[in-house]
DNA sequence: ATCATTGCAAACTGTTTGCATCAAG
DNA sequence: CTTGATGCAAACAGTTTGCAATGAT
């Protein structure tokens, strides 16, 4: 057999994957933790678990993975590409020292802020265009880095 | 004379940077336009103007540029590096099929929107975070696209 | 004379692909 | 038997760096 959790199997067939060993160990990573990796830590943390795999098979998975809507996919602000198994939308509070992040919702009145141009001269344009919704970063300083600085400034 | 441009030359030498021609080059053409070029596009677009430059001298400036803050770095959703002349904090509406972006404000109670843990588990966690700020991005459909997806369907 | 800038080429990192091998349906 | 998955190695794209030549102060 290639995957022993029966509900990970599940959730690859559903969105018509084959539930291989690889795909198994990613998702599994991933359900178990709410970090938001990129491929080389993945790649570590399913090394440390004794569940090594080719950098080659950890990107070709990614990529099925994510096109099939079973994990999610974004680029964080240092330009590398993160993971994690959050599908629904959300949005991301990011630790502006460490760039660690957690998933949060927005509480608020979201709904009610709109985008509004710069430019006086793009006003024209601006009002054509279909707004379909937004995603909000959060930007802050994560417990750890807060306890960091505290301890370097002293 | 290295930068026929003496608002540029000011603008330059206030943030303690030379006002050398390759500078002078890329801070006339973020201001002038008001696009989010690409390192690559931005050589290009140099190119076109009769302006080339080596692909080292432009990433050279560009580190220099931004981290003096006389422009704006961020990273597109694709992963790559892109720059503006708006260095004040605003915000972008992207156009989800093409990916072009313009600057924005966000008009609205964006104050009152607040993160709220997705995990139960985590909310002791985000209670320590201390929350700095926001990016929002707004994704939507710019006029171009909405004709051309128009044309496309009829 | 000194120090910063330019630009070529080489190095490096994150990512993708060609291909041979292996396993599943 | 046919198709898809794995993994090595090579290719690639974006970015950074070593270094020699050039230009500014």
Redesign the interface.
Same mark, same amino acid.
């Given at each position: 057999m290639a995957c022993d959790r029966p509900e990970i199997t599940e959730r690859l067939t559903a969105h018509g994957l084959r539930a291989t060993p690889a795909r198994c160990r990613i998702l599994g990573l991933l359900l178990e933790t709410?970090e938001h990796y990129t491929p080389e830590e993945m790649l570590e943390a399913l090394r440390t678990r004794g569940e090594p795999m080719s950098i080659a098979t950890l990107y070709q998975n990614l990529a099925k993975l994510s096109e099939a809507g079973v994990i999610g996919r /974004? =680029? !964080?602000?240092?330009?590398?590409?993160r993971y994690d198994a959050?599908t629904d939308p959300?949005?991301h509070?990011v630790?502006?020292v460490c760039g660690r992040m957690?998933?949060?919702?927005?509480?608020?009145?979201?709904a009610?802020?709109?985008?509004?141009?710069?430019?006086p001269e793009?006003a024209g344009?601006?009002a054509?265009?279909?707004?379909?919704?937004?995603?909000?970063? /959060? =930007? !802050?300083?994560?417990?750890a880095c807060?306890a960091r600085l505290r301890a370097r400034s002293a």
């Open positions: 709410h /974004f =680029v !964080g602000p240092d330009g590398v590409s959050v959300h949005h509070l630790c502006e957690v998933d949060v919702r927005a509480a608020g009145p979201l009610e802020v709109v985008p509004q141009a710069v430019f793009d344009e601006l054509r265009w279909q707004v379909k919704g937004h995603k909000v970063e /959060f =930007v !802050g300083v994560c417990p807060q």
